[in-house]
């Protein structure tokens, strides 16, 4: 069987990216902490790398307008980008549609960057 370096993979891949699915409060933010060894606060960006106030995420999470495409990075580990999809459990339609497209798009991207890595 061939064994894939770790770190050549890392070379080719850039940044790995995950999504993360579960319930509000289900404990997604603490194992993204865990995953990158540090207790703080994720920053997020819009997908054009525009940094987003972090108050002004959790008040359109109240509102239902969490978006799926922003990017989650934790500063000690930027190597792991984390996507955030929460909301199904309200029964939102919308929520649910748009995680599919975004797999949909995301998992076949042919830009390696772009590609989400693990769900
Ligand atoms: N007992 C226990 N509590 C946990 C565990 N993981 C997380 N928590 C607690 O559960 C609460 C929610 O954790 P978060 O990581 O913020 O959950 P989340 O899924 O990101 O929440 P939302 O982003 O609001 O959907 C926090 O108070 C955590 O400290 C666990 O494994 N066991
Ligand atoms: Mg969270």
């Known amino acids: 069987m061939a064994t894939i370096d770790a770190q050549d993979l890392k070379q080719r891949i850039g940044r790995f990216r995950v999504l993360i699915m579960g319930r509000a409060n289900a404990g997604k933010t603490t194992i993204l902490q865990k995953v990158c060894n540090t207790t703080d606060q994720p920053e997020i960006y819009d997908t054009n790398g525009n940094k987003i106030d972090a108050d002004i995420v959790k008040s359109s999470i109240k509102r239902g307008n969490h978006d799926i495409t922003n990017e989650m990075i934790f500063k000690s580990n930027p190597i792991f980008v984390f996507h955030d999809s929460c909301g199904f459990e309200a029964g939102s339609e919308d929520e649910f549609e748009n995680m599919k ?13 772009e590609r989400i890595h693990a769900i």
């Open 101 to 113: 497209k975004f797999i949909s798009e995301r998992g076949h991207a042919t830009e390696l960057q």
